[in-house]
């Protein structure tokens, strides 16, 4: 049995595992030695930490090899038993199965590892430092401890990789994660989704059709969307190709990214499909769907937003309330700074009353 212990983040700006390995060296290696026990025994390293990775060579000589990761770049992959196989040979680390599905290796996750039984460390979207949790906590729990107010969501990272509503607060998770975000009403679900679907798209190896072109269209599908860009048909498209992707890709890459797509429409499909059958961002996030207005009771009719509009898409004279054309602007947002009497905003779905044509500024 070969036994690997992982210590590489799957996001290299929240290494859980290597905080709680720097907080207290002598108990991580008493952990990793009783962990590998009396089989072949590896500790693979994140890049950027010579000193660390020098001093757990040195405790864990004759017990494990230590090595560094071979691509600093990644990070979900690591997390893959066989990938982390081909790093003990000094090869790039891509997957070839599923973990757990490799007899004669085990691959364990450094921060689970060192944390206490029954508890989990986090790290929060927008936090310092990991917090501890239950290993198994409340969806309602889990929003008030990121401290987020009028939260409405909760992803649980890679390689989980779910969305979660909070309409149901009691809904249990188990933390097999290093990674949270909670959201709040002001965030779109839907950019949400397509900033996780970049990273499973940056991080997918190309091994197999359904993670490498199944990745590559998800992704795009989302990114689209977010842009404006979306189609009716993108709906029952994800519908029928997430599932597959969950079951059929070689490696854990494709099939949680599957599986993230799959929940996030499941608890937000209504506010996700929005934006391609409405037309609108309900959250007033995505800019593509933020369209600019003038104000009429704001507007002193100055003529300054006239000038900086390259296009012509500002109707108006002086001592009349100007319009904006919306067919003609292109949201370039010159004109919002320039307006010293804060008359232009962007507007989401709610969009402010404005005049169809300048008219005269009523005395005030």
Not at 109 to 134: C, H, I, Q, T, Y
Not at 252 to 258: K, S, T
Not at 301 to 322: M, Q, S, T, W, Y
């Amino acid at each position: 049995m070969t036994t690997i212990i992982n210590f590489v983040p799957a996001y290299k700006d929240r290494p859980v595992a290597l905080e709680l390995l720097k907080k207290d060296v002598p108990a991580a290696v008493e952990a990793i030695k009783a962990a590998i026990n009396s089989a072949d025994g590896a500790v693979i390293m994140p890049a950027g930490v010579p000193e660390l990775t020098e001093q757990l060579a040195v405790q864990l000589e004759g017990v494990a090899r230590v090595t560094e990761e071979t691509l600093p770049g990644l990070g979900f992959v690591y997390s893959n038993d066989t990938a982390a196989l081909r790093v003990l040979n000094g090869e790039k680390p891509l997957p070839s199965e599923v973990t757990g599905e490799s007899d004669g290796l085990s691959l364990i996750d450094g921060a689970k590892l060192l944390s206490p039984d029954g508890k989990r460390f986090v790290w929060f979207e927008g936090a310092d430092a990991p917090v501890e949790l239950p290993a198994v906590v409340h969806i309602g729990d889990l929003a008030a401890a990121s401290g987020v107010t009028n939260a409405k969501a909760v992803y649980v990272g890679y390689p989980v990789g779910e969305f979660f509503s909070t309409s149901d607060p009691l809904q249990e998770v188990e933390l097999n994660t290093d990674y949270v975000d909670v959201y709040d009403n002001k965030r779109c679900m839907a950019q949400a989704l397509n900033e996780v679907c970049q990273l499973y798209r940056h991080e997918t190896c190309g091994r197999c059709v359904y993670g490498h072109e199944g990745g590559h269209q998800t992704a795009t599908i989302i990114a689209d969307i977010c842009h404006n860009k979306g189609k009716s048909s993108d709906a029952a498209l994800l519908a029928d190709l997430c599932p597959t992707m969950e079951t059929q890709c070689l490696c854990e890459m494709g099939r949680v990214m599957g599986h993230t797509v799959t929940s996030a429409l499941a608890a937000f499909g209504p506010e996700i499909e929005a934006h391609f059958t409405k037309r609108v961002c309900p959250a007033g996030e995505c800019s593509a769907y933020m369209t600019y207005h003038i104000l009429p009771n704001l507007c002193s009719g100055c003529g300054e937003c006239l000038d900086v509009c390259e296009e012509d898409a500002i109707l108006g004279k002086p001592r009349f309330v100007h319009v904006i054309d919306q067919k003609a602007c292109t949201k370039c947002g010159k004109c919002l700074p320039i307006c010293e009497e804060k008359a232009i905003i962007m507007a989401g779905a709610d969009k402010p009353r404005t005049p169809p044509r300048p008219i005269p500024i009523r005395r005030r």
